[in-house]
């Protein structure tokens, strides 16, 4: 890549080395990295969990110091000057420090005032920022009873109370569904166009990196590559394919694929399975079996196939271990494991969940989407007993959830929304804790830690403190302390928030094996590619249900011949709008 002249520079790092100790360990955040980012583009900072991209983000901030290197911002030294680095720039973090009692208009005061923006300034800019972000009826509302993408949208308004040069944004769509997605992609890029900013983003999302101007690849506090996201995916070319055999469901079809000499990956991708292969050749198709001839073609590469495929060239990349599971006995498959008949549930006048119906049976794996605040979340506590519902009926697994809510629990796994483990408390600990309150005892406690250990590659992390863990690992460690007691039936809600694609990979894989041996699972997710696992799925609006079916059914129902192969993003999207445009017309 040719450099660019300094005054096109936006940020230079230059041999930058940044090092953390924890748990007795030493961490090479950064190592020797060198990197120049031009000014007036949006460029996309991807990489796995633990390459680096916070730590970048911060040292960009000028919040933390390197170890060696130099590292200059607008021109600026942000070892000698770091104050005239943050009077320059805007950096909303991972988690904004949003304060939630206070209203919309309170939050951007407090932050102009932190900024020195003047008095007289402010209504405009007020105006100007809500107009932007669409929050401009909510000036009242308190920042806690926003939605996830509401708050997205007011932490990035707080940063840009003060115009920036230089706007640094840390993974600002996790846990954003994908109508707010857009909405933060368009302010961006009006920023760009309209004030001359420079942006640098950071996220887990691979479709929002091949909308970047640039992409930089960071593994293990190295630059892999930096240049177009086409650059990156060019080079596969012949390549990828995409697979369907009739008669064996995606979700073997995909398995038996990943499994196949030759195969770089292998993906669920609307009604087909995507493989992308070492050589430019299709893969052997002759030992699948199906009811009728393999179906198999090409298709072009995407920025995702080169990131996976660069990763797994790495000599660190690894595939997950077996899980040995055992197989769930219990009701016949077409005996709904899980039945919800009308439920509701308020806080107070607000009903946030309004009479939702559904069933799932034993081995499913039922999707539950939604807008922010569509009541998923809300829906999910009720099922596992943690939450009672106002009115309605809920059964899992045989048992009234009003009556016998505990004997309910006892066949549940939960994984949390939120990291729910204790991070102050080392890997083994957390296992041992869970273990306990699952009722296991001597040797069937030990024999089940050592699975987990094994199982989740956790082993070689079991001293740490599960805080200081890279996020991809602090989600293997939650789900096997979930499955801990061996459950039948599992809740995941948004597990696979903000973890990289390779981690997220790797969690589908024991998600489609523990299916396979008659687990049921009810999943939550904004990733609209994961609902493409999903055997049928919910999707929620304003806690009332919008649409029920199977992932092809919900895509058939956008098809036009503009749009002959619609996307799950394409569907849930025309969903929401076609909810809004039926309430802006009642009106």
Not at 59 to 64: H, N, T
Not at 221 to 241: A, I, K, V
Request: proline share 6%.
């Amino acid at each position: 890549m040719e450099a660019p002249a300094n005054g096109d520079c936006a940020l230079t790092m230059e041999g930058v080395r940044k090092a953390f100790h924890a748990s007795g360990r030493t961490i090479q955040a950064l190592d020797e990295l060198t990197l120049m980012i031009r000014s007036g583009r949006v460029t996309g900072l991807i990489g796995p969990d633990g390459a680096g991209k916070t730590t970048l983000m911060r040292l960009a901030a000028a919040l933390l110091r390197p170890d060696s290197g130099s590292i200059r911002l607008l021109g600026i030294d942000a070892a000698a000057a770091p104050l005239a680095v943050q009077s320059a720039i805007g950096y909303m973090p991972q988690r904004f420090g949003l304060y939630e009692d206070l209203s919309v208009r309170e939050n951007l005061d407090l932050y102009a005032d932190l900024q020195g923006v003047p008095v007289p300034e402010r209504p405009e800019r007020y105006r100007e920022l809500l107009r932007m972000v669409g929050l401009t009826p909510f000036t009242r509302r308190l920042a806690g009873q926003l939605s996830g993408g509401m708050k997205q949208k007011l932490g990035l308004a707080c940063t840009l109370v003060r115009p920036p040069r230089l706007l640094l944004l840390d993974e600002p769509t996790v846990g954003v569904d994908p109508v707010s997605r857009r909405e933060l992609w368009a302010i961006v890029y009006r920023l760009v166009r309209d004030k001359g900013m420079s942006v640098l983003l950071s996220t887990a999302y691979l479709d929002e990196a091949e909308r970047c101007d640039e992409v930089i690849l960071l593994h293990q506090g190295r630059l892999l590559g930096q240049g177009t996201p086409e650059s990156f995916s060019q080079p596969l070319t012949g390549h990828s394919f995409q697979v369907n055999v009739p008669g064996v469901s995606k979700r073997r079809l995909q398995t038996w694929l990943a499994g196949l000499p030759g195969v770089v990956d292998a993906i669920i991708a609307g009604e087909r399975v995507r493989v992308v292969m070492h050589q430019a050749e299709a893969p052997d198709l002759s030992g699948i079996g199906g009811e009728g001839p393999p179906e198999i073609g090409p298709t072009p590469p995407t920025f995702e196939d080169a990131f996976i495929t660069r990763l797994r060239e790495e000599p660190s990349a690894d595939s997950p271990q077996p899980l040995s599971l055992p197989s769930v006995s219990g009701s016949a498959a077409d005996d709904p494991v899980i039945r919800v008949d009308g439920i509701q549930r308020f806080f107070g006048d607000f009903a946030a969940v309004k009479g939702i119906s559904f069933e799932v049976h034993r081995g499913e794996v039922f999707g539950l989407l939604g807008a922010n605040g569509a009541g998923k979340t809300t829906t999910f506590r009720m099922l596992c007993g943690l939450l009672p519902a106002s009115a309605g009926h809920l059964q899992v697994a045989g048992h009234d959830l009003r009556h016998a809510a505990a004997k309910a629990r006892a066949r549940i796994g939960y994984m949390a929304q939120r990291f729910s483990l204790y991070v102050n408390l080392r890997v083994d600990q957390n296992l041992e804790f869970f273990a306990s309150a699952y009722g296991l005892r001597g040797t069937r406690r030990r024999e089940r830690i050592r699975w987990a250990l094994d199982g989740f590659d956790l082993a070689p992390y079991a001293d740490m403190a599960s805080g200081d863990l890279p996020l991809g690992y602090q989600q293997r460690l939650a789900m096997a302390a979930a499955l801990m007691h061996e459950p039948d039936i599992l809740f995941l809600d948004e597990p696979t928030s903000g973890v990289d694609p390779l981690a997220r990979r790797e969690f589908w894989q024991r998600i489609n094996l523990l299916a396979e041996h008659g687990v049921t699972v009810l999943v939550t997710t904004h990733f609209m590619d994961e609902a493409n696992y999903c055997d049928r799925l919910l999707i929620m609006a304003d806690g009332d249900t919008l649409a029920q079916g199977t992932p092809a059914e919900m895509k058939a129902r956008f098809c036009t011949p503009d749009l002959p192969d619609p996307t799950m993003e394409d569907a849930f999207i025309g969903l929401i709008e076609t909810r809004a445009q039926g309430a802006g017309s009642e009106a």
